[in-house]
T-cell receptor
Framework: DAMVIQNPRYQVTQFGKPVTLSCSQT?????MYWYQQKSSQAPKLLFH???????NEADTPDNFQSRRPNTSFCFLDIRSPGLGDAAMYLC???????????FGPGTRLLVL | SQQGEEDPQALSIQEGENATMNCSYK?????LQWYRQNSGRGLVHLIL?????REKHSGRLRVTLDTSKKSSSLLITASRAADTASYFC?????????????FGKGNQVVVIP
């Protein structure tokens, strides 16, 4: 089945230690999104790729970076995680002009 | 960025009852979408209503949109225990040809068997 896959499902890192979360998709969608969702809060868009074009949200901290080496994969890099970065990170895809987004199961990040 | 705001935020109902959730937003939109999130999981798209539509149905779901009041409601009829989840509305604006969503806070719905 076509889907959005996120690995790992749970990630534990140490304060200040770089961490990378990965997302892959078999939907062949050209747009990929990264959201941060803290406990009991709404998902917040960090950035998205439209094909190879990177679009950063104005309030996304510089600590967060992303890479998209090809259509199928997208990575979220947190250069120096702080305690406040502990959250669920959700990857989503879409294929314009369709307006629905398809979400992966998320990676829950714990920062010690 | 605009953001939907749901009201109420927590709802507990008996199986078979209807559940209604509301969402308000602040600026013009292209469409409004509702998503469901089971505990600790990703979001699943439920239904989309365009800015020129007033009501839409999908199975047991009914969504309304009032652009003059900048509000939407989601009704789940004949609820089931499997409907227990968080429900988010998301407003859509187009950004350079692709779709950006701004999510509201979400409603926690518990359906008691």
């Amino acid at each position: 089945d076509a889907m959005v896959i996120q690995n790992p499902r749970y990630q534990v890192t140490q304060f200040g230690k770089p961490v990378t979360l990965s997302c892959s998709q078999t939907l062949n969608h050209n747009v990929m999104y990264w959201y941060q969702q803290k406990s009991s809060q709404a998902p917040k868009l960090l950035f998205h790729y439209y094909d190879k074009d990177f679009n950063n949200e104005a309030d996304t901290p510089d600590n967060f970076q992303s890479r998209r080496p090809n259509t199928s994969f997208c990575f979220l890099d947190i250069r120096s995680p702080g305690l406040g970065d502990a959250a669920m990170y959700l990857c989503a895809t879409s294929r314009p002009p369709m307006e629905t987004q398809y979400f992966g199961p998320g990676t829950r990040l714990l920062v010690l | 960025s605009q953001q939907g705001e749901e009201d109420p935020q927590a709802l507990s109902i008996q199986e078979g009852e209807n559940a209604t959730m509301n969402c308000s937003y602040k600026t013009s939109i292209n469409n409004l979408q509702w998503y469901r999130q089971n505990s600790g999981r990703g979001l699943v798209h439920l239904i989309l209503i365009r800015s020129n539509e007033r009501e839409k149905h999908s199975g047991r779901l009914r969504v309304t949109l009032d652009t003059s009041k900048k509000s939407s409601s989601l009704l789940i009829t004949a609820s089931r225990a499997a409907d227990t989840a968080s429900y988010f509305c998301a407003t859509s604006t187009h950004h350079y040809g692709n779709n950006r969503l701004a999510f509201g806070k979400g409603n926690q719905v518990v359906v008691i068997p």
